[in-house]
């Protein structure tokens, strides 16, 4: 996000209020087992200050990741008391996922989304987002979010049927999403995800990018690397309700 998002700022879409924190020196790991750190404290301090300007609920990432699964320890934030665990929680998930690169975290506007229930154990909203993939400005293919395989725990019995119909834009949303995509294609160059999510309003969002190569893809795509399917198995299967 330190890479793309100054790219992106200031074109003419929608997108989330965003502070970047960066990460002034380096945060020694120990600090998940709770030692003293003072590159971390003034991070935390910083993305504090941050969270007041833009006004709490907020939604915080690092530089790669969110950890949205673990929401209510992780990127969402409802008051300050709560930014250093949070903040500590993404640093530890990051570790796990990308390795020790934490650049620093990104404080966000928490948008009010179109989402119709609740997942990963309950908590996290479930909201219409598309995954667009863009090759030099020009779409290649997109996918829903959400497949219907990555969920656990809904907390509605007719999840699936919810999601399928959430997941299905009509031919004038997709036409819209499709030159949002394009606009921000031709902004970046190269091979892009770009992830467009809806608001309560029927606005459409700009809320993340990453390298086309590095993306999640529906594995029964054409365009999609063997190992997808493999790694992940059919994207559009019923998960376990536990």
């Not at 989330?16 to 935390?44: N, Q, R, S, W, Y």
């Not at 969110?66 to 008391?81: I, L, P, Q």
């Not at 893809?217 to 059919?234: F, S, V």
Request: with cysteine; hydrophobic share 40%; aromatic share 12%.
């Amino acid at each position: 996000m330190f890479y793309w998002w100054p790219l992106v700022k200031d074109m003419p879409i929608n997108t989330p209020k965003t502070i970047m924190i960066p990460l002034e020196g380096k945060v020694t790991f120990k600090v998940i087992d709770g030692e003293p750190d003072a590159a971390f404290d003034a991070m935390v301090e910083k993305a504090t200050q941050a969270a007041e300007e833009i006004g709490y609920p907020v939604f915080i990432r690092s530089d790669e990741f969110s950890n949205k699964f673990d929401w209510e320890n992780s990127c969402y934030v409802t008051k300050s008391e709560d930014m250093a665990s949070h903040i500590c929680n993404l640093l530890e998930a990051t570790a796990m996922a990308m390795g020790p690169r934490f650049r620093g975290v990104a404080v966000r506007e928490f948008l009010k989304l179109d989402w119709k229930f609740k997942a990963m154990y309950g908590k996290m909203p479930v909201a219409r987002e598309f995954r667009m993939f863009v090759r030099d400005g020009v779409l290649e293919c997109w996918h829903p979010y959400w497949p219907p395989a990555s969920i656990n725990s809904p907390t509605i019995s007719n999840w699936y049927d919810v999601l399928k119909e959430m997941q299905t834009p009509t031919e004038e949303e997709l036409q819209t999403i499709t030159e949002l995509s394009e606009i921000v294609g031709r902004a970046v160059d190269g091979y892009w995800s770009i992830d467009l999510c809806q608001t309560k309003d029927g606005s459409w969002y700009l809320t993340d990018m990453a390298l086309g190569e590095d993306s999640y893809h529906w594995g029964t795509c054409p365009n999609a690397p063997p190992h997808m399917l493999e790694h992940y198995g059919p994207p559009d299967r019923e998960a376990s309700d536990g």
